[in-house]
């Protein structure tokens, strides 16, 4: 089993920056994917960013050039660093591990409020 912890959510104003992070521990087999993702109060969880095996990052269209992932292989971890934050950034982000075999984990999640 894979277990996921996030930290480093909390209140940032408008503008603002927040950095996320995410530690793998466990058992942990050969990692495919790390991602992030957020569910906002009576939204879908949405996909916000990713990053594969070789280093390559994606973004979703709403983060693009604002939010930047990044990971530590050797550690486990993944972070996700966010700037110029908006008022509809607020939400719960949710770390994500998809494995090479197909597992997919969940951390528990960390609440980002932007606000005044």
């Known amino acids: 089993q894979v277990q996921l912890v996030e930290s480093g959510g909390g209140l940032v104003q408008p503008g603002g920056s927040l950095r996320l992070s995410c530690a793998a521990s466990?058992?942990?087999?050969?990692?495919?994917?790390m991602a992030w993702y957020r569910q906002a109060p009576g939204k879908q969880r949405e996909w916000v960013a990713r990053v594969g095996t070789s280093g390559g990052a994606r973004y979703a269209d709403s983060v693009m050039g604002r939010f930047t992932i990044s990971k530590d292989s050797a550690k486990n971890t993944v972070d996700l660093e966010m700037h110029s934050l908006k008022v509809e950034d607020s939400a719960v982000y949710f770390c994500?591990?998809?494995?090479?075999?197909?597992?997919?984990?969940w951390g528990k999640g960390t609440l980002v409020t932007v606000s005044t």
């Open positions: 466990g058992t942990i087999p050969s990692i495919n994917i």
């Open positions: 994500n591990v998809v494995l090479w075999r197909g597992d997919a984990f």
